[in-house]
T-cell receptor, first 118, second 116 residues
Framework: AQKVTQAQTEISVVEKEDVTLDCVYETRDTTYYLFWYKQPPSGELVFLIRRNSFDEQNEISGRYSWNFQKSTSSFNFTITASQVVDSAVYFCALSEAGYGGSQGNLIFGKGTKLSVKP | GAVVSQHPSWVICKSGTSVKIECRSLDFQATTMFWYRQFPKQSLMLMATSNEGSKATYEQGVEKDKFLINHASLTLSTLTVTSAHPEDSSFYIC????????????FGPGTRLTVT
């Protein structure tokens, strides 16, 4: 069965600190996608990244970076030099290649609330 | 591109009434639309998946007679909460999928429903 675990419920940092949000997933599929979304207080989900299971290259986008390790089934997200605007709930999600009706369904972790204090 | 809208953004209704939420893909045709529910401080839970012109597939534990989903066109899906109760108060988010095998899902801004 598929599952996404975000063990950190809440994290609080001071501005300019680096912070890593953990994500561990479970799946039986060999083809799957992993995602990170940001949900600010307004509620709208903001897409951050999508990664397929065959691409283990780490990715960097500005202050954001992602570390995908299939050996540990982890897809961690690091924010470098955090800013107050980074305060939000961050969700990791899994989508399997699927079979039958489950194709494309997103399974979300419980989210990590990040608070960045000035 | 890939903009999804939801209407209304928030709604307050009385217990026992029905409320309809619209989800539209504005600049693409959505092969599949998904409806999620999010209770305060919790994660998003998939309620149902719908393909245009066919019946929605509901997740276990979601009452299909209470949450009516209509996917009449490739750009519009509606969720009707029938005979709403206070426990139905939640944040409802739709997403529209584009793609053949692995869906790229684009999320709407959500609708906050409060049942009094």
């Amino acid at each position: 069965a598929q599952k996404v675990t975000q063990a950190q419920t809440e994290i609080s940092v001071v501005e300019k600190e680096d912070v890593t949000l953990d994500c561990v997933y479970e799946t039986r599929d060999t083809t799957y996608y992993l995602f990170w979304y940001k949900q600010p207080p307004s509620g709208e989900l903001v897409f951050l990244i999508r990664r397929n299971s065959f691409d283990e290259q780490n990715e960097i986008s500005g202050r954001y970076s992602w570390n995908f390790q299939k050996s540990t089934s982890s897809f961690n997200f690091t924010i470098t030099a955090s800013q107050v605007v980074d305060s939000a709930v961050y969700f990791c999600a899994l989508s399997e290649a699927g079979y039958g009706g489950s194709q494309g369904n997103l399974i979300f972790g419980k989210g990590t609330k990040l608070s960045v204090k000035p | 591109g890939a903009v999804v809208s939801q209407h209304p953004s928030w709604v307050i209704c009385k217990s026992g009434t029905s409320v309809k939420i619209e989800c539209r893909s504005l600049d693409f045709q959505a092969t599949t639309m998904f409806w999620y529910r999010q209770f305060p401080k919790q994660s998003l839970m998939l309620m149902a998946t719908s393909n245009e012109g066919s019946k929605a597939t509901y997740e276990q534990g979601v009452e299909k007679d209470k949450f009516l989903i209509n996917h009449a066109s490739l750009t519009l899906s509606t969720l009707t909460v029938t005979s709403a109760h206070p426990e139905d108060s939640s944040f409802y988010i739709c997403s529209a999928g584009r793609g053949v095998t692995i869906y790229e899902q684009y999320f709407g801004p959500g609708t906050r429903l409060t049942v009094t």
